[in-house]
């Protein structure tokens, strides 16, 4: 097993700063750290998705356990309460590791070993947790629940509960709040008990200057007697399931199941640790599929999906779940845009339509799957249609450039009702989308025997001409209004299979991009020579959201310049030499807040803290396609159908 994957934390604070995830397909998952600590109110054993993917609800904060032996009562769980943690489970905790589920090995003074695994049932809101016990005494379970909105930490709900009697010898309870949930165990007896857990504490939400402190509410325990010296039993949180029957078959499957993601075993091992965790991002939305743009709090997005697609599920070649993510998003298509926030039914984005172009381009090159091109044909031309005229935020100037209204590129934050970098107008990266899909259309025209007039690609490439500046040897970041900060926008540009700029003008981006904006996590947002430069992410919401997009260094941005560094060498060996080391930092996952995974975003400054979700898809993504691509040639071997 890879020793990232393998943690032996030597105190609170350590283990306290890595996090685990397992999710279930619905968009539901459990999550805490790899000390069984939550320090997130979106932390868990069972957060549901009652509405797939959204809707999601903390109903299982917690199981505490505690060893009853002769030699003495040993605590495995561990709060924090003011001032305080306890109880110190962690120090019994001798190793953490994900192998391939979230295993948790506590060893007591006895001699007594405890191994708990944690795992979710695919397409159920169902967690397991099994128990393997070697030593000899009492062992009680106490789960702490409650029924809220994960976003925010609260005082639990009145919560009505009803026993369980099983036959042979389990039990457990039916809870009764905001929906009805079950906790059950194949061999230990639920003993009815309610307390209440006072002033828990959340510290990274107290960071992040959200609601930090919560109650919870335990209705009772699990209990059973180690007499043999060895012992196994599981216990289920379930919404919809209220048995235990054929726990350990479900866990082998889904360790099965996921061993089968790593993919072919000739391939590096950290890249087969990535596809497994891509995985995760893949949730059903009706009678199909989306993605997740990041754990813990994101919805699907429109932009983040179609960015993150060809790394995610292209590169492992799971074909059939690429195609349901592109219909899906099609058939929300309206007024030419697909939508940012599906959940929320959003459509601020002027980007996403473009990147769809992308994604299907990037799923015929690798599957050669023209049925699905002739299906998806009609909607890319009615975005063509769309934005040739206008749409709810652009409209098509005089010269076939896109004009778009404020915060509606991917540097969208927002603070008291500002855009912290509205960048209004003609951006570069949008109107090189913009030309990439036009050429996208002239290939599928093509292929398919449409007809399509080609002028307006041609008269966009004359266009883009206005965004060179000649003083810095690279793009304007806006125009008209001409904006000169450098910004990885036009890294986007440059990376794009059909980009309106020259060999020169790439090299020129790229050797500004690596001596202004890179960092050994993926490029920052804005120059450190920029007054407006912010170098750490951190504090309230608005302080936070004014570092966004404005020095804080993004993973994602990593693939775009690795395929636009490349493209300036035409993929010589010593050049995909030069970029696996640059991705090495990435590939290692070694400086990750979640276990197996890439997080959101870096700080701009050293030592590059990372922070933000601690898994998000377009890391993922990129850094996988980039790698898969770029690096280890994939792309000379793109030919559809060919990978």
């Given at each position: 097993?890879?020793?990232?994957?393998?943690?032996?934390?030597?105190?609170?604070?350590?283990?306290?700063?890595?996090?685990?995830?397992?999710?279930?397909?619905?968009?539901?998952?459990?999550?805490?750290?790899?000390?069984?600590?939550?320090?997130?109110?979106?932390?868990?054993?069972?957060?549901?998705?009652?509405?797939?993917?959204?809707?999601?609800?903390?109903?299982?904060?917690?199981?505490?356990?505690?060893?009853?032996?002769?030699?003495?009562?040993?605590?495995?769980?561990?709060?924090?309460?003011?001032?305080?943690?306890?109880?110190?489970?962690?120090?019994?905790?001798?190793?953490?590791?994900?192998?391939?589920?979230?295993?948790?090995?506590?060893?007591?003074?006895?001699?007594?070993?405890?191994?708990?695994?944690?795992?979710?049932?695919?397409?159920?809101?169902?967690?397991?947790?099994?128990?393997?016990?070697?030593?000899?005494?009492?062992?009680?379970?106490?789960?702490?629940?409650?029924?809220?909105?994960?976003?925010?930490?609260?005082?639990?709900?009145?919560?009505?509960?009803?026993?369980?009697?099983?036959?042979?010898?389990?039990?457990?309870?039916?809870?009764?709040?905001?929906?009805?949930?079950?906790?059950?165990?194949?061999?230990?007896?639920?003993?009815?008990?309610?307390?209440?857990?006072?002033?828990?504490?959340?510290?990274?939400?107290?960071?992040?200057?959200?609601?930090?402190?919560?109650?919870?509410?335990?209705?009772?325990?699990?209990?059973?007697?180690?007499?043999?010296?060895?012992?196994?039993?599981?216990?289920?949180?379930?919404?919809?399931?209220?048995?235990?029957?054929?726990?350990?078959?479900?866990?082998?499957?889904?360790?099965?199941?996921?061993?089968?993601?790593?993919?072919?075993?000739?391939?590096?091992?950290?890249?087969?640790?990535?596809?497994?965790?891509?995985?995760?991002?893949?949730?059903?939305?009706?009678?199909?599929?989306?993605?997740?743009?990041?754990?813990?709090?994101?919805?699907?997005?429109?932009?983040?999906?179609?960015?993150?697609?060809?790394?995610?599920?292209?590169?492992?070649?799971?074909?059939?779940?690429?195609?349901?993510?592109?219909?899906?998003?099609?058939?929300?298509?309206?007024?030419?845009?697909?939508?940012?926030?599906?959940?929320?039914?959003?459509?601020?984005?002027?980007?996403?339509?473009?990147?769809?172009?992308?994604?299907?381009?990037?799923?015929?090159?690798?599957?050669?799957?023209?049925?699905?091109?002739?299906?998806?044909?009609?909607?890319?031309?009615?975005?063509?249609?769309?934005?040739?005229?206008?749409?709810?935020?652009?409209?098509?100037?005089?010269?076939?450039?896109?004009?778009?209204?404020?915060?509606?590129?991917?540097?969208?934050?927002?603070?008291?009702?500002?855009?912290?970098?509205?960048?209004?107008?003609?951006?570069?990266?949008?109107?090189?989308?913009?030309?990439?899909?036009?050429?996208?259309?002239?290939?599928?025209?093509?292929?398919?025997?449409?007809?399509?007039?080609?002028?307006?690609?041609?008269k966009v490439s004359e266009s883009y001409e206005?965004?060179?500046?000649?003083?810095?040897?690279?793009?304007?970041?806006?125009?008209?209004?001409?904006?000169?900060?450098?910004?990885?926008?036009?890294?986007?540009?440059?990376?794009?299979?059909?980009?309106?700029?020259?060999?020169?003008?790439?090299?020129?981006?790229?050797?500004?991009?690596?001596?202004?904006?890179?960092?050994?996590?993926?490029?920052?947002?804005?120059?450190?020579?920029?007054?407006?430069?912010?170098?750490?992410?951190?504090?309230?919401p608005a302080e936070r959201d004014r570092a966004?997009?404005?020095?804080?260094?993004?993973?994602?941005?990593?693939?775009?310049?690795?395929?636009?560094?490349?493209?300036?060498?035409?993929?010589?060996?010593?050049?995909?030499?030069?970029?696996?080391?640059?991705?090495?930092?990435?590939?290692?996952?070694?400086?990750?807040?979640?276990?197996?995974?890439?997080?959101?975003?870096?700080?701009?400054?050293?030592?590059?803290?990372?922070?933000?979700?601690?898994?998000?898809?377009?890391?993922?993504?990129?850094?996988?396609?980039?790698?898969?691509?770029?690096?280890?040639?994939g792309a000379s071997r793109l030919k559809r159908?060919?990978?």
């Open positions: 097993m890879s020793p990232e994957l393998s943690f032996h934390p030597k105190s609170y604070q350590e283990g306290a700063k890595r996090e685990w995830l397992t999710t279930n397909g619905l968009g539901g998952y459990a999550s805490s750290t790899i000390l069984g600590a939550n320090t997130r109110s979106y932390h868990g054993l069972l957060v549901a998705a009652l509405n797939p993917p959204t809707e999601r609800t903390l109903l299982l904060s917690s199981l505490d356990e505690e060893l009853i032996s002769e030699s003495g009562q040993y605590n495995l769980a561990c709060h924090q309460y003011p001032g305080a943690i306890y109880p110190e489970g962690f120090r019994h905790l001798e190793e953490f590791r994900q192998d391939p589920i979230p295993t948790f090995l506590y060893r007591t003074e006895d001699g007594a070993a405890i191994e708990k695994k944690v795992f979710m049932v695919g397409s159920e809101n169902t967690t397991v947790v099994r128990y393997e016990i070697d030593g000899f005494g009492l062992f009680r379970v106490v789960p702490l629940v409650n029924c809220r909105s994960f976003h925010v930490a609260s005082r639990a709900p009145l919560i009505n509960q009803e026993v369980i009697d099983l036959e042979g010898g389990g039990s457990g309870v039916r809870l009764r709040s905001g929906c009805d949930f079950a906790l059950v165990s194949d061999k230990a007896r639920y003993v009815r008990e309610e307390l209440w857990y006072n002033s828990l504490e959340y510290d990274v939400e107290r960071q992040r200057g959200l609601a930090w402190k919560e109650d919870a509410f335990s209705p009772g325990r699990f209990e059973v007697q180690v007499d043999d010296g060895h012992l196994s039993f599981n216990i289920v949180a379930s919404v919809g399931r209220d048995s235990p029957e054929g726990a350990e078959e479900l866990m082998s499957l889904e360790v099965e199941r996921i061993r089968n993601l790593e993919g072919n075993k000739r391939r590096d091992p950290r890249f087969r640790l990535l596809a497994a965790g891509a995985d995760q991002f893949l949730v059903r939305r009706g009678e199909g599929k989306s993605i997740i743009a990041g754990y813990h709090w994101f919805n699907d997005w429109g932009r983040d999906a179609m960015i993150s697609l060809p790394g995610l599920l292209l590169t492992t070649r799971r074909f059939d779940d690429a195609r349901a993510v592109l219909t899906t998003f099609a058939g929300a298509m309206k007024d030419g845009l697909l939508p940012n926030d599906f959940g929320a039914q959003g459509y601020n984005t002027i980007d996403a339509a473009l990147w769809f172009f992308e994604a299907v381009y990037k799923y015929w090159t690798y599957s050669g799957d023209t049925d699905v091109v002739r299906e998806l044909f009609p909607s890319l031309r009615a975005i063509v249609d769309r934005y040739s005229w206008e749409t709810p935020g652009s409209f098509s100037d005089e010269d076939g450039l896109i004009v778009s209204k404020p915060g509606l590129t991917w540097m969208d934050a927002k603070v008291g009702g500002e855009f912290v970098t509205p960048r209004a107008g003609k951006a570069c990266e949008i109107n090189a989308l913009w030309y990439n899909a036009l050429r996208v259309m002239e290939v599928f025209s093509g292929e398919l025997g449409e007809e399509l007039d080609g002028r307006l690609a041609e206005k965004f060179w500046n000649p003083e810095y040897g690279c793009l304007y970041d806006l125009i008209d209004r001409k904006d000169a900060a450098i910004r990885p926008n036009q890294v986007i540009a440059a990376s794009l299979p059909f980009t309106p700029l020259d060999d020169d003008q790439i090299r020129g981006i790229v050797d500004l991009a690596t001596e202004k904006l890179l960092t050994p996590y993926g490029l920052r947002t804005l120059s450190p020579e920029d007054p407006r430069y912010i170098g750490r992410y951190e504090g309230r966004y997009h404005q020095g804080t260094v993004w993973p994602w941005l990593m693939g775009p310049y690795i395929t636009a560094r490349l493209k300036t060498s035409r993929h010589s060996k010593k050049s995909r030499d030069e970029a696996r080391e640059l991705m090495r930092p990435l590939m290692d996952l070694k400086d990750q807040i979640g276990v197996g995974t890439i997080c959101e975003i870096f700080d701009g400054d050293e030592p590059y803290r990372p922070g933000g979700c601690i898994s998000q898809a377009w890391s993922l993504g990129e850094v996988m396609r980039a790698w898969s691509e770029d690096v280890m040639g159908g060919g990978v």
